[in-house]
Nanobody, 126 residues
Framework: QVQLVESGGGSVQAGGSLRLSCAGS????????MGWFRQTPGKEREGVAV????????DSHDSVKGRFTISRDNAKNTMSLEMNSLKPEDTGMYYC???????????????????WGQGTQVTVSS
């Protein structure tokens, strides 16, 4: 049973920073890609940043490139998202997730992920 727990959300002013963490239990391992997604009311869940199984490759949504950095520590079963220069449009519920399969290619599609945490709220005020 895979379980994912996010932490680190909160409220910040525009221009501020937050660091989200995801702690995994069960089989996370270095064979599965992982990612961060966000969702706001009335909108579909969108991929923010994803990372390859061993952490070598990453990809991110165009809106966060240069501001957000994803990383993982497979030895500790953790994943992080460093968010800098936050904007009000970054507001949302942030989820960490694990890929359904061991497909090594990066994907920002929520449908490619089968295990999800409960989410942590990020609110950025102007």
């Amino acid at each position: 049973q895979v379980q994912l727990v996010e932490s680190g959300g909160g409220s910040v002013q525009a221009g501020g920073s937050l660091r989200l963490s995801c702690a995994g239990s069960g089989y996370i391992g270095e064979n599965y890609g992982m990612g961060w997604f966000r969702q706001t009311p009335g909108k579909e869940r969108e991929g923010v940043a994803v990372i390859s199984p061993r952490g070598v490759n990453t990809d991110s949504h165009d809106s966060v490139k240069g501001r957000f950095t994803i990383s993982r520590d497979n030895a500790k079963n953790t994943m992080s998202l460093e968010m800098n220069s936050l904007k009000p449009e970054d507001t949302g519920m942030y989820y960490c997730a694990r890929r359904r399969t061991t497909d090594p290619f990066l994907s920002l599609r929520a449908t490619d992920f089968g295990y999800w945490g409960q989410g942590t709220q990020v609110t950025v005020s102007s």
